[in-house]
């Protein structure tokens, strides 16, 4: 399904992709206390024109609408403008092998707007996690205190 929605404008995926994740985040968070504030990481504006959209965009869209119905009040706040950019246009991670993955996401990112405490960081495949660790060390270095990270998916290791 998330093949189909960032290589062939599968949108209608998101909407059952994101019953899923918010009800296992509801129950997650049933004991703790919610996010702040939802970023996700975002494409290269180059990517974004490739594709016609930004899939992580979208999903996080789908997902923070699924969360505000039922939480209300409670439900994290989604920036109208991610403060969290893709400035370097690298090759897209399912492209290269493992070792370059790993070096890929250095000073790709850049922080630029307002950062919560609390921040849950969105991304629709983890693979190598490089991305991911990238972006919370910023998320980090600009004020959060905590990130939490939500995917929908893993890839598993080989």
């Known amino acids: ?9 599968g949108t209608h995926f998101i909407r059952p992709l994101t019953e899923l994740l ?6 997650s968070y049933s004991t703790q206390s919610w996010p702040e504030q939802i970023l996700y990481v975002p494409s290269h504006p180059n990517r974004i024109k490739e594709r016609g959209f930004c899939q992580t965009q979208a999903i996080t869209t789908q997902l923070a609408k699924n969360l505000r119905q039922h ?10 403008t991610n403060p969290l950019k893709k400035v370097k246009n690298t090759h897209a991670q399912h492209s290269l092998a ?15 707007g307002a ?15 490089s991305t991911i660790e990238h972006c919370v060390k910023l998320l980090l270095k600009a004020g959060a205190k905590r990130v939490d990270i ?3 998916a893993r ?4």
């Open 1 to 9: 399904m998330i093949h189909s929605i960032k290589f062939n404008q």
């Open 22 to 27: 918010s009800a296992h985040l509801i129950d």
């Open 71 to 80: 939480l209300g009040e409670q439900c994290p706040s989604l920036p109208k």
């Open 98 to 112: 493992r070792k370059e993955r790993l070096k890929s996401p250095q000073n790709s990112y850049l922080i630029n």
């Open 115 to 129: 950062i919560a405490e609390h921040v849950a960081l969105f991304d629709d495949i983890m693979t190598t996690g």
């Open 150 to 152: 939500w995917l929908i």
């Open 155 to 158: 890839t598993p290791d080989k």
